[in-house]
Structure formats: C-alpha cells, structure tokens
C-alpha cells in the first residue's frame, strides 16, 4: 500500500514532562556584611514569583550562622539550610552552610568541603558558574554587597548562556 504524498503523521505527542522544582533560580552572592542587604532584598521579593533563591555567603567558618533566623523576620518565605541532592523548589530561599562549596546539578544542591587555592575563596562564582552551566537562560546572578572580586566570573558566564545579572548599586 503507498502513502499518500502529502498525508501528515497524526502521531499523538505526549505533553511535556513537568519538571520538579524551580523553573528559574536566583544565586545570590553577598559578602559577609550582606545582611542588610540581603533583608532589604528579601523584604521586597513577593510570596509567589516561582523562583527558588540560593544565597551564597561569605561565611566565618569559627561562628554559627544566624541567618536563617535573622532573614525570616523579613521574609515569609520557607528558609532552608542547603543539603546534598536538596531539590531547589520554588518560592524557597537556601542558605550555604559554613565550610562549604555549593553547586547545581539538575536543579539539586550539591555541596563539598571548601577547599583554599592560594588562600582565595570564591563560593559565589562556583555556584553561579554551575548554575549558568545547569540552568542557562534560566538562571539568574545576584550580587549585593562586597567589595572583592568573586562572582565576577560567575555573572559572566551567567550571562553568556542567556540568563539575567543584576548587582546592588554600590551607592546603596
């Protein structure tokens, strides 16, 4: 039997698999003086936007982080410390824990021991590096305070794979 020559396939596709998780993440890299910054941020993010938030913070490795409790009095948002192959969900803000690399992986928080190369340390560019790398255009580079250079390459590469970078006017 021959085909028609112009008879259409009628193959019925399946929708597109839902994926879990965030559809687009935010990093947010501050310095160890962010906290005001990082309060006023959040003290603006609406409940619903569908964006997960990753916060990378230069932290002190001898004292505990209060963050989560101090962020909290000006978010409703659910805070959490990020965990290994933690799914980034959306309308959820994670914290990085002290000691510690943060990186993205098919949406999931993957952590490994802060290692020093020549006594630099630069946790927001490998986490907005990775994130560039995992979600592309729907990733998204926030820098709000500090003085150094780290997240300089990160909001780089952020940029180069389509997604959006704001930073914090340095006046403020």
Not at 95 to 115: T, V
């Amino acid at each position: 039997m021959q085909k028609k020559p112009n008879q259409i396939n009628m193959k019925r596709k399946e929708p597109p698999s839902i994926q879990p998780g965030a559809e687009y993440i935010a990093g947010i890299g501050a310095s160890a003086g962010g906290l005001e910054a990082l309060q006023e941020f959040f003290k603006a993010v609406p409940l619903k936007t569908g964006i997960g938030f990753v916060v990378i913070q230069h932290l002190s490795p001898d004292y505990k982080s209060l963050m989560d409790e101090l962020l909290a009095r000006y978010t409703r948002l659910p805070i959490k410390k990020a965990e290994d192959g933690m799914l980034v969900e959306p309308d959820t803000v994670y914290l990085i824990p002290a000691r510690k690399n943060l990186s993205i992986f098919h949406g999931k928080l993957m952590l490994e021991d802060q290692g020093v190369r020549n006594g630099i340390i630069l946790p927001i560019d490998i986490f907005f590096r990775s994130l560039a790398k995992d979600l592309e255009k729907r990733a998204i580079g926030i820098i709000l305070s500090g003085t150094g250079s780290d997240g300089t390459l990160g909001t780089r590469a952020i940029k180069e794979a389509g997604g959006m970078v704001m930073a914090q006017d340095e006046r403020t």
